[in-house]
């Protein structure tokens, strides 16, 4: 693949999970975050997601290692009869615990995290994981990734994970990340080219939050952490 520059381009497919629930049926929270899976409506995005792409091309195909980027990316690897790649480091973004000295503000720590960043020491959720090294995580592994030889990678991470990533195409400050929102299941295409030396020359996001049933884009006005913050807010009543 090439720029019309004729210079090496590579193109990262970036999807986030299908939708999870974090409350269980009987209205309590899940016991433990980092192992929920697709809800089945999440299951039907991840269907959705592969009738979207049956025609796109990808050499491979990789996700975080928690099980609702797994069961997402499945559809799309079977088709393909590639195997998922794992990396840990595309987690999501880890929260606080009930450690915490004080309670939460659901809006500051959650809705409006990204755009609240204001030192090196912040941290997700109060003592959850701290933005600059969850940046650093992040940011190292694609890095590596991006040395490697391929024209075309499907990457199905979170929504903190892939605003952080597009933050950093955009050559933003990491509090960028607040204003790319990912709705559950949602698709963005960038292009990186390469010069001659194989170094970095551009970046361009070439499509961002298109969410895989189209006719859900008017459906809610709040944007997805708003929603999370939404569904726990009577826990911090």
Request: proline share 3%.
């Amino acid at each position: 693949m090439k720029s019309f520059d004729n210079l090496k381009r590579k193109r990262i497919y970036l999807f986030r999970h299908g939708e999870v629930s974090y409350i269980n049926e009987n209205g309590t929270a899940v016991a433990n975050p980092t192992k929920v899976s697709l809800t089945k409506t999440g299951k039907s995005q991840a269907m959705l997601i592969d009738q979207n792409t049956q025609n796109f091309k990808f050499e491979r195909i990789a996700c975080s290692g928690l099980l609702r980027t797994k069961e997402t990316a499945g559809p799309i690897s079977k088709r393909r009869g590639l195997k998922i790649e794992i990396y840990n480091e595309f987690d999501e973004i880890k929260g606080g615990t009930k450690k915490n000295k004080e309670k939460p503000d659901i809006y500051k720590d959650i809705a409006y995290h990204f755009e609240n960043i204001s030192s090196n020491e912040d941290k997700f959720f109060g003592s959850g994981e701290n933005y600059f090294l969850f940046q650093k995580r992040i940011l190292r592994k694609l890095e590596e990734i991006l040395t490697e030889e391929w024209h075309s990678i499907a990457l199905i991470l979170h929504g903190g994970v892939n605003a952080m990533i597009l933050s950093w195409v955009a050559n933003m400050h990491i509090s960028g990340a607040a204003i790319f929102d990912q709705v559950p299941g949602c698709m963005n295409i960038i292009d990186i080219d390469f010069d001659k030396n194989n170094k970095i020359y551009r970046k361009t996001i070439r499509a961002i939050n298109i969410p895989p049933d189209t006719t859900s884009l008017d459906v809610n006005y709040f944007n997805s952490w708003e929603g999370v913050a939404e569904k726990i807010k009577p826990f911090f009543n």
